[in-house]
């Protein structure tokens, strides 16, 4: 098997400045096509396809970033689902090499490759749907999503951890996406519980919103309520954020 290089990235577009995909800093966004799942609320369904046409190529977003060294902070790998790409870690290392923070923003669909590239990020947003696998299943449309997302969730935190102390320490968000057919009030509450106990100190709650997102969504799924968001946990966060 040919060893990945940073060229064969298949790069779904380029966000050349973003003050919101990672909070604070200024920082380019690579939108990477692919991703296993099929979530029903996708915000980027046109990127779920692994082998659709990449919008452009890693040299063109190289040769971008090569013009703003010094005046961004930060590059922001997000997706699709950026680990599904072999080639992300020689891009983000190609992009460390530049001076650039590595920020990433990943559902957690695949554990192994989550812990080969975590050394090289800075920042992690990381989406976590739900507290229990079956409701894990709905959303996704793909058996075991939760216990490889729950797993990825131990790699962040322990990552964390180690680092805490350095001169490099990890930052990450806990993001979950509420809509009534995911998870409602007492799923709501039984999440900010669980993460709790794993050790989670920030969680961004995000309200359902249909920009981007297929119509009608998939798998039935309806919009017919708001979830109440008045039960959350939040005194067992550090900071616990909702949009």
Not at 90 to 96: D, F, I, K, L, S
Not at 116 to 124: C, E, H, Q, T
Request: glycine share 10%; net charge positive; hydrophobic share 45%.
């Amino acid at each position: 098997m040919t060893t990945p290089t940073a060229g064969d990235l298949r790069v779904a577009g380029l966000t050349r400045l973003s003050t919101v995909d990672w909070p604070g800093m200024l920082a380019a966004t690579v939108f990477l096509q692919g991703c296993p799942w099929d979530c029903f609320y996708c915000h980027n369904p046109a990127l779920i396809a692994p082998r659709a046409t990449p919008a452009m190529t890693w040299g063109e977003v190289a040769a971008f970033l090569d013009s703003r060294v010094g005046l961004l902070d930060a590059v922001v790998f997000t997706g699709g689902e950026p680990t599904m790409q072999h080639a992300l870690l020689p891009a983000m290392q190609t992009v460390r090499a530049r001076g650039f923070a590595v920020g990433l923003h990943t559902g957690g669909a695949y554990p192994r490759q989550l812990a080969r590239v975590l050394p090289l990020v800075d920042w992690v947003g990381l989406d976590i749907k739900a507290a229990t696998d079956d409701r894990y299943t709905a959303v996704t449309g793909r058996p075991g999503a939760g216990e490889r997302a729950w797993l990825s969730l131990e790699l962040v935190l322990t990552q964390q951890r180690l680092r805490e102390h350095t001169d490099r320490p990890l930052q990450y968000e806990v993001r979950t996406t509420v809509h009534p057919d995911a998870i409602d009030e007492a799923g709501l509450a039984a999440l900010g519980c669980r993460l709790a106990d794993v050790g989670v100190r920030d969680w961004a709650v995000q309200r359902f919103r249909d920009t981007g997102t297929r119509a009608p969504l998939p798998r039935g799924a309806r919009t017919t309520r708001a979830v109440a968001l008045d039960g959350i946990p939040t005194a067992r966060f550090d900071r616990v954020t909702v949009r």
